[in-house]
C-alpha cells in the first residue's frame, strides 16, 4: 500500500511538472524576432546617465555606416568622433591623434567598438542597446600593450527626447 501511494505521488509530480512546462510556454506566446537594424538604430543623440558632458551623437554615414561624434557641452574643442561601416576596418579618429577605430556588428542591440592609440589596441567596447531602443549600456575593458586586461567599467546612455 504504501509502495502504491509513493508511486501515485511520483506520477502525480512527474505530470504536474510536464504539464506545467508547455502550459507556461504557451502563456508567454512566441518570441517575437527583433528587427532592430543595428547600423541605424542608435541614430540621435544619447546623454551620460552621470556626466551630462559626455553626449554622443549617432548620424547616418554612406550608405550603411555610421559616424559617432563623442561631445563635451562645456568644452566643443575636446569632440572627437569616428565612422564606421561595421565592417571590422580601423579608421582614423578624428580630435585624437595616433588613434584608430574597428566596429563590429554582434547581433541586432550589441556592436563590438575596438580602440587603438599608436597601433596598439588599448580598449574594447561593448556596446548593447536596451529592449527599447532608448538605452545604451557601455562595457569598457581597458587592456595593456600585452592585451592583458587592466580595468573594466559601466556606462549608461539615455536617447535624448526630441
Given at each position: 500500500?504504501r ?12 505530470v504536474?511538472v510536464?504539464?506545467a512546462?508547455?502550459a507556461?510556454?504557451q502563456?508567454?506566446?512566441q ?5 532592430t537594424n543595428?547600423r541605424?538604430?542608435?541614430?540621435g543623440?544619447w ?8 553626449v554622443?551623437t549617432y548620424?547616418?554615414y554612406?550608405?550603411?555606416g ?9 568644452n566643443?574643442?575636446?569632440d572627437?568622433g569616428?565612422?564606421?561601416?561595421f ?5 582614423p ?17 550589441s556592436?563590438?567598438?575596438?580602440n587603438?592609440?599608436?597601433g596598439v589596441v588599448t ?10 531602443n ?5 562595457e569598457?575593458?581597458?587592456?595593456d600593450?600585452?592585451?592583458?586586461i587592466?580595468g573594466?567599467t559601466?556606462v549608461?546612455y539615455n536617447?535624448r527626447?526630441k
Amino acid at each position: 500500500m504504501r509502495m502504491r501511494s509513493l508511486v501515485t505521488a511520483a506520477g502525480v509530480v512527474v505530470v504536474a511538472v510536464l504539464s506545467a512546462g508547455p502550459a507556461r510556454a504557451q502563456a508567454r506566446g512566441q518570441a517575437k524576432p527583433d528587427d532592430t537594424n543595428p547600423r541605424t538604430a542608435r541614430f540621435g543623440v544619447w546623454v551620460n546617465t552621470t556626466n551630462p558632458n559626455n553626449v554622443m551623437t549617432y548620424e547616418a554615414y554612406e550608405k550603411d555606416g555610421s559616424k559617432l561624434t563623442v561631445s563635451n557641452p562645456s568644452n566643443p574643442a575636446a569632440d572627437w568622433g569616428y565612422v564606421t561601416l561595421f565592417d571590422g576596418v580601423y579608421r582614423p579618429v578624428t580630435g585624437q591623434e595616433g588613434s584608430e577605430t574597428a566596429v563590429e556588428i554582434i547581433n541586432a542591440k550589441s556592436i563590438r567598438i575596438y580602440n587603438k592609440r599608436n597601433g596598439v589596441v588599448t580598449q574594447v567596447v561593448i556596446n548593447t542597446l536596451s529592449d527599447d531602443n532608448n538605452t545604451i549600456n557601455n562595457e569598457y575593458i581597458r587592456m595593456d600593450k600585452d592585451g592583458k586586461i587592466t580595468g573594466v567599467t559601466h556606462v549608461t546612455y539615455n536617447r535624448r527626447k526630441k
